[in-house]
């Protein structure tokens, strides 16, 4: 007896031993949130929603059969070919799902009344916006950790899943509260003002180390059918990125990524970081790949209280990176490494680690973590079980509020360090040698001579980066001067404290080489004046980071299926000037991004949609994430989808006239706009098309458009005071939760109104 209790007895000890270690980093206000949130889950009015799930007793036992496979027990017998069935009633709507087991947790399917169900509903409805979601324990979800950490991250603007709690019932029997959590889908991308694109995620069969692995693409089928090539290119840029990381760094969306790692970082969300745990959303728009966060998990699996991800840089063999060492390469390709570190990346990072860690950004956090109190307090009066990850834990689950503030303090403080304290400088005649020897975050130094600003340079703790300055114009020592605070406070060189540089011997005792940078000025965007001139395309050509001006007639003969390429620029056309495109080709186009545009007028002819491997752009001028005025606009004989299109853009123009557009004259996705007056004539598709947009119209006439002269789709607002539409098969339609206001609407030889 006692051979066969003995191990049974150490694996509880053991246990024990490490739930009581885990409950232990509670803090007495950990005790006091949680009798709060118990005391609010009885007298807020947050009462939480009841779902019905109806389900016959042969797809009961179809899901019985299911759950009984992945845990290795007979199913006598069992054949399915289709998923299980199923109705959901909420309040008194009826939806028809698809339903079959998940997870790959044992705790997803260990006991049948706790099951994880997927579910998909059919008849292209939606339940709280979601057509495709889980059903599963709260533990699943770390209980209200992933949704505070959605919420959060969603409102900096990365994608995120929905959350929803509700109280379930199978066929009349109640099953506990339950988390609502929405999967990756088209829905998922498309409220969050996006594109659909594809998305990918790593095939887990052949591994998770990024460096050996193999990704694979979700909602394959869809893709096979509507964008082959693009899905296609995006699977081999993710694969090939391997081999060839800086390839891949070219199209990786750091603004994004810089923010996304920043708060995995600020919150310990570590579960989160690794690549199996993340999914990487190629948009069509931009060719960039975006993250999707799908895992908040907050544990205490591992020590990460002195660690940050960007400490993959250091050389040193002591990086406390714990379970997610195994991925150092991974993080790599976007850091870089301290012989040549993504500077750009790291900057963003930087600042998003400052804006993560402030005061007010806590003040944010503790609004969105009080508003799951009344949920939490629901959930702890069923004494949930705290999650071991594998198993439930011994001991009950608190919310361990007081961990997250102590992380973001000492985040705040680290950072206070790294900006306040000034490097060791040495020096030796025009070379100058700066050692961080106290910060653990990297410091930020800016050098100066006179009113040239150099580019930053980042010191990770003891590794000296030396610079010589006798190349830079008008710089010596008499001027030279650096900052830590992001150029806000300068200090001259001359008069701190130096120490006399002699050479790289000196700093033997850090390990680490000294690292030679060379000192460049800060790109400043350079003037261009176009000036009655008119411009030859034989290539693809790309305008970035200028400052351009137009005057006079300006005209760009675009040849051999090439693009125009506008980026990062400010554009001024002089009043009575014109910049013109003219194409040859399907696909010869024009792109203005991330730009400010302000012209007297705009007109194209004969322009195809733009080729790009990992973009899908349909209009002949697109203009994408950018402000863009216009007195005039008028484009003709398109040989793209669309004659313009407007993505994430705020647009203002008086005077817009189409014809001859294969498709839609204007199509508007995720946009502000404000038209005076629109003539269209001869339009292939709509007239007007906009998505997720919002503006106005004052005056639309059209005239021979062959399917809707105004569509209003995707959560759209459309106000028009006079629309003038002629021999259309479709007038206007307002679709998707869109909503459409017309003063007055003179309707001729229009089949639906």
């Given at each position: ?72 027990e ?46 998909e ?32 991250l ?28 929405q ?47 693009l ?22 969306d ?32 931009y ?6 966060f ?49 500077n ?41 079980k ?14 361990k ?34 050692s ?45 001067q ?14 701190l ?19 030679f ?10 003037k ?9 395309i034989?290539?693809s ?84 994430n ?8 008028e ?58 947009s ?60």
């Open positions: 007896f006692a051979l066969i209790t003995a191990p049974l007895s150490f694996n509880l000890a053991k246990r024990l031993r490490t739930d009581f270690g885990k409950f232990s980093n509670l803090r007495p206000n950990d005790f006091v949130k949680y009798g709060n949130d118990i005391f609010k889950s009885y007298f807020v009015d947050n009462d939480l929603p009841r779902v019905d799930l109806e389900i016959k007793l042969k797809n009961l036992l179809k899901i019985e059969c299911e759950r009984r496979i992945k845990t290795n007979p199913c006598d017998n069992y054949i399915s070919l289709n998923s299980p069935k199923g109705k959901i009633k909420i309040d008194d709507e009826i939806f028809s799902v698809k339903i079959r087991p998940k997870g790959g947790r044992e705790l997803h399917y260990s006991n049948p009344e706790n099951i994880s169900l997927k579910v509903v059919r008849d292209d409805k939606r339940i709280w916006g979601m057509a495709d979601f889980d059903i599963q324990d709260p533990i699943i979800r770390n209980y209200t950790y992933e949704a505070f950490a959605s919420e959060a969603g409102k900096e603007g990365i994608l995120v899943p929905k959350h929803k709690y509700a109280r379930l019932y199978i066929n009349g029997k109640f099953k506990g509260i339950k988390h609502f959590e999967n990756v889908s088209s829905d998922l991308v498309e409220l969050q003002r996006r594109r659909y694109g594809p998305v990918y995620t790593l095939d887990q069969k052949y591994g998770t180390y990024y460096g050996s692995v193999i990704f694979k693409m979700h909602d394959k089928n869809y893709w096979k059918k509507r964008n082959p090539k899905a296609d290119n995006g699977l081999l840029s993710l694969n090939q990125s391997q081999e060839n990381p800086e390839k891949l760094r070219e199209i990786l750091i603004n994004k990524w810089s923010k996304y790692f920043a708060f995995i970082d600020a919150f310990n969300l570590y579960h989160g970081a690794v690549p199996k745990s993340v999914r990487f959303y190629l948009n069509p728009i060719g960039k790949f975006e993250p999707i799908i895992d908040g998990h907050y544990t205490d699996a591992g020590d990460f209280s002195d660690f940050l991800l960007i400490d993959f840089l250091d050389n040193s063999s002591i990086i406390k990176c714990q379970w997610i060492c195994s991925n150092k390469a991974f993080f790599k390709l976007f850091f870089g490494t301290n012989e040549n570190p993504n750009e990346f790291i900057l963003k990072y930087m600042n998003s680690l400052d804006y993560f860690s402030s005061k007010e950004y806590e003040k944010n956090i503790d609004k969105i973590i009080d508003n799951y109190s009344s949920i939490r307090g629901e959930i702890y009066r069923g004494f949930p705290g999650d071991s990850i594998f198993k439930r834990s011994l001991l009950p689950h608190i919310f509020n007081e961990q997250i503030k102590i992380r973001i303090a000492k985040l705040r403080e680290n950072l206070n360090i790294s900006r306040s304290t000034l490097p060791l400088i040495y020096n030796k005649e025009d070379e100058f040698v700066f961080n020897n106290i910060s653990k975050i990297p410091q930020v130094l800016i050098t100066k001579c006179g009113n040239n600003v150099y580019d930053p340079l980042i010191l990770f703790k003891q590794n000296p980066i030396k610079i010589d300055i006798k190349k830079q114009k008008d710089c010596d020592i008499d001027n030279l650096i900052s830590l605070n992001k150029g806000n406070n300068f200090f001259d060189v001359k008069d404290s130096l120490i006399k540089y002699q050479n790289e011997n000196q700093f033997n005792n850090f390990g680490n080489q000294v690292i940078k060379q000192l460049r000025n800060k790109e400043i965007p350079k261009i004046l176009f000036k009655d001139s008119v411009l030859e034989n290539a050509k790309s305008f970035n980071n200028l400052l351009i001006n137009i005057e006079g007639d300006v005209k760009f003969n675009i040849n051999n299926n090439s693009n125009v390429h506008f980026k990062n620029i400010r554009l001024i056309g002089n009043k009575g000037s014109s910049l013109t495109f003219v194409g040859q080709g399907e696909f010869d186009s024009v792109i203005f991004e991330n730009s400010d545009i302000k012209i007297d007028s705009l007109y194209g002819n004969n322009l195809g949609e733009p080729r790009n491997n990992l973009k899908s752009l349909y209009g002949g001028i697109n203009i994408l950018s402000d863009f005025k216009a007195n005039s606009i484009i003709n004989d398109s040989l793209s989808e669309d004659g313009i299109n407007f993505v994430d853009s705020i647009v203002d123009a008086k005077i817009m006239r189409f014809s001859n557009i294969r498709s839609d004259a204007i199509d508007s996705d995720f946009s502000e706009f404000n038209f005076e007056t629109v003539y269209c004539f001869n339009i292939g598709n709509d007239c007007l098309d906009i998505s997720f919002s503006g106005s119209v004052n005056n639309l006439n059209s005239t021979k458009v062959l399917d809707k002269a105004i569509s209003a789709g995707e959560k759209s607002n459309l106000k028009i005071l006079e629309a003038n539409i002629k021999s259309s098969e479709i007038g206007i339609v307002a679709k998707d939760s869109s909503f459409v206001s017309l003063k007055e609407v003179l309707l001729d030889k229009v089949k639906i109104p």
